[in-house]
């Protein structure tokens, strides 16, 4: 009986594992001004992140993939979003580029998702740059790319988990 208890809790803990996909603002800390590249490899979702206190002016930016990645068609751009002043300049599966002429939105903790950008089974290459507007001044910097863990990832540290609870202990 005791052994069933603890067999139903794993799996309640399991499917809340699997059930949690989506990347989250709080599965990467971006320095303050800064902007980084938040992708989920089992859904695909690209998200620009920025800073909660100092959120980032972003210009322009490049995701970039050596292998090809991208899944430009489900793109979705700050332009496709209606970010005043965005454009899209380059939409392949090796590169998507965007740009404001003269304007920029702001990227905080709670970030843009940039769609379903990302092809589930890619190779983990992605490079990102951006440009800030800062006073007025055009900055462009690398970002970071972090790739929030996998549900199989976190499945496979959850079974791990499974033999101590399987264990019977003696009876006396």
Same mark, same amino acid.
């Given at each position: 009986?005791?052994?069933?208890?603890?067999?139903?809790?794993?799996?309640?803990?399991?499917?809340?594992?699997?059930?949690?996909?989506?990347?989250?603002?709080?599965?990467?800390?971006?320095?303050?001004?800064?902007?980084?590249?938040?992708?989920?490899?089992?859904?695909?979702?690209? &998200?620009?992140?920025?800073?909660?206190?100092?959120?980032?002016?972003?210009? *322009?930016?490049?995701?970039?993939?050596?292998?090809?990645?991208? *899944?430009?068609? !489900?793109?979705?751009?700050?332009?496709?979003?209606?970010?005043?002043?965005?454009?899209?300049? !380059?939409?392949?599966?090796?590169?998507?580029?965007?740009?404001?002429?003269?304007?920029?939105?702001?990227?905080?903790?709670?970030?843009?998702?940039?769609?379903?950008?990302?092809?589930?089974?890619?190779?983990?290459?992605?490079?990102?740059?951006?440009?800030?507007?800062?006073?007025?001044?055009?900055?462009?910097?690398?970002?970071?790319?972090?790739?929030?863990?996998?549900?199989?990832?976190?499945?496979?540290?959850?079974?791990?988990?499974?033999?101590?609870?399987? &264990?019977? &202990?003696? &009876?006396?």
């Amino acid at each position: 009986m005791r052994l069933r208890k603890q067999l139903w809790g794993f799996l309640a803990v399991l499917t809340g594992l699997l059930g949690s996909t989506a990347p989250t603002a709080s599965a990467q800390t971006v320095a303050a001004d800064q902007v980084g590249l938040l992708v989920n490899p089992a859904t695909g979702e690209i &998200r620009l992140i920025g800073n909660a206190g100092d959120p980032a002016e972003l210009a *322009n930016y490049q995701i970039t993939s050596p292998s090809a990645s991208l *899944n430009a068609a !489900a793109w979705n751009s700050l332009a496709d979003q209606g970010t005043l002043g965005f454009i899209e300049i !380059a939409q392949t599966d090796a590169s998507v580029t965007e740009t404001s002429f003269g304007g920029f939105t702001q990227i905080d903790a709670t970030g843009r998702s940039l769609g379903l950008l990302f092809r589930t089974a890619g190779s983990q290459d992605l490079q990102f740059l951006y440009g800030e507007s800062d006073g007025g001044v055009a900055t462009s910097t690398v970002g970071q790319v972090t790739y929030v863990p996998e549900p199989a990832s976190l499945a496979l540290l959850a079974l791990l988990t499974l033999p101590p609870l399987a &264990r019977r &202990r003696p &009876r006396h």
